[in-house]
């Protein structure tokens, strides 16, 4: 039995799982189906490349009749991200950029872009010079100083806002709109969720002449069998696109336009421009083939994307050890020593330090419509999970509760 070409184990027990205890999984995601926390769930569990786990829940939108099938279609949002990760170092192993070139080699509109330091008393801005322009290592960790305009928390992340970055008719007005904005701090000394993989697909686009969606078809996509992976749905598969919903205020769930101050992308038609930080559909079977190939350092049945040591390089920490070690409640996760970022994944680098019990060198990442991964290769596992609750406390719920139940059956790890 297989799922898109992912070979079905013969029972979880052959991969050192308690079926068991697995079910406990399965409760979890049905209860909260059953509570009207979620319309459905999808999660595909596993390890030595073999499925070990792969159920549904509910329905791609509430009221239907039919059940979620294994081949719905999820937003993914900043699971794109890794994607364009890829992307660049496709095109870092051409030899057509190296890590510690300037970004302005690539993207020369930010060349003199100033740097944030603090209001005046009028309100206004104060700026100083760069010490030197953001490295291509920095744009891809999110310590190049970059803001995203999704959180109201900071002076640029509102010039951001108010400038409409992320509601750029095109990848060029993108650029434009963000090199008139300060950096948010000196390129290297801080880490913030940014524009970067927005950044990295004009890079890429730069660099081949194609558009982003045409490359990572050809040289992702297509190769690794991802066949429902892309910027936009044809009409006659919408009615697999699962409903975003986010919460209507009194316990339950209403279906939501906007996601942080924004429209969602309609990908019943092209989006305003293809975007590396998150404008993917996916289904759980492509990203899982995704995700195997980066377990398999680059390779998925007998096709190569990239050479074991890229996707090693992309899975070492790249941000300054003084960033790590430094407080920031401004950052999306609480990096540190234990909990880093490498080019495009966070890197679980000390899990018994964090309470976790996932593989030393975990990589993960999610979106903002409540999905998630992680890739363990300690333990040789790929877990994906998806939903579409847009991020708050319960959609993020999901991924804690994953992980504790999918290591918790994890009973034979020598397996």
């Not at 492509?286 to 074991?308: E, H, K, S, T, W």
Request: net charge negative; glycine share 12%; with cysteine.
């Amino acid at each position: 039995m297989t799922a898109g070409g992912l070979p079905f184990a013969s029972s979880p027990e052959a991969l050192g799982f308690d079926s068991r205890r697995l079910a406990d999984l399965d409760g979890y995601m049905s209860g909260m189906v059953e509570a009207g926390l979620v319309a459905g769930t999808s999660t595909l569990l596993m390890r030595h490349g073999q499925v070990a786990a792969f159920t549904t829940f509910g329905h791609a939108r509430l009221g239907d009749d039919a059940p979620l099938t294994r081949d719905a279609l999820f937003r993914i949002y900043s699971m794109t991200k890794p994607v364009t990760g890829v992307a660049m170092m496709i095109l870092f192993e051409q030899g057509l950029w190296r890590l510690d070139d300037p970004i302005t080699d690539h993207l020369p509109e930010f060349e003199g872009q100033r740097v944030y330091a603090g209001l005046g008393g009028d309100g206004a801005m104060r700026t100083v010079e760069a010490d030197r322009p953001p490295t291509m290592r920095e744009l891809m960790s999110h310590t190049a100083g970059f803001g995203y305009g999704l959180f109201d928390i900071h002076p640029i992340e509102r010039a951001y806002r108010q400038a409409g970055v992320m509601m750029a008719q095109g990848h060029q007005q993108l650029v434009d709109r963000a090199a008139r904005i300060p950096l948010m701090f000196q390129p290297g000394t801080e880490w913030f969720y940014s524009i970067a993989a927005d950044l990295q697909a004009v890079v890429v686009e730069r660099l081949t002449g194609m558009t982003f969606g045409d490359f990572l078809r050809a040289r992702i996509f297509a190769p690794l069998g991802m066949v429902d992976t892309g910027f936009q749905v044809p009409a006659d598969q919408v009615h697999r696109l699962a409903e975003m919903y986010s919460d209507d205020g009194a316990g339950g769930l209403k279906v939501t336009t906007t996601a942080f101050d924004m429209p969602i992308n309609d990908y019943t038609r092209p989006p305003r421009f293809e975007g590396g930080g998150g404008g993917l559909v996916s289904t759980a079977v492509d990203y899982a083939r995704f995700c195997q190939m980066v377990l398999n350092r680059g390779a998925l049945d007998g096709v190569r994307i990239l050479r074991p040591e890229t996707v090693d390089l992309m899975a070492t920490n790249a941000v300054p050890e003084p960033v790590l070690d430094r407080f920031n409640p401004l950052r999306l996760l609480p990096f540190n020593p234990a909990l880093t970022f490498g080019l495009d994944f966070a890197i679980t680098e000390d899990p018994k330090r964090l309470g976790l019990s996932e593989g030393k060198g975990t990589l993960s990442w999610g979106g903002g419509g409540g999905t998630w991964f992680w890739i363990d290769p300690e333990n040789d596992v790929v877990f994906v999970g998806l939903i579409q609750r847009m991020a708050d406390p319960v959609s993020n719920e999901f991924r804690a509760k994953a992980r504790t139940y999918t290591y918790a059956a994890l009973t034979h790890p020598e397996k």
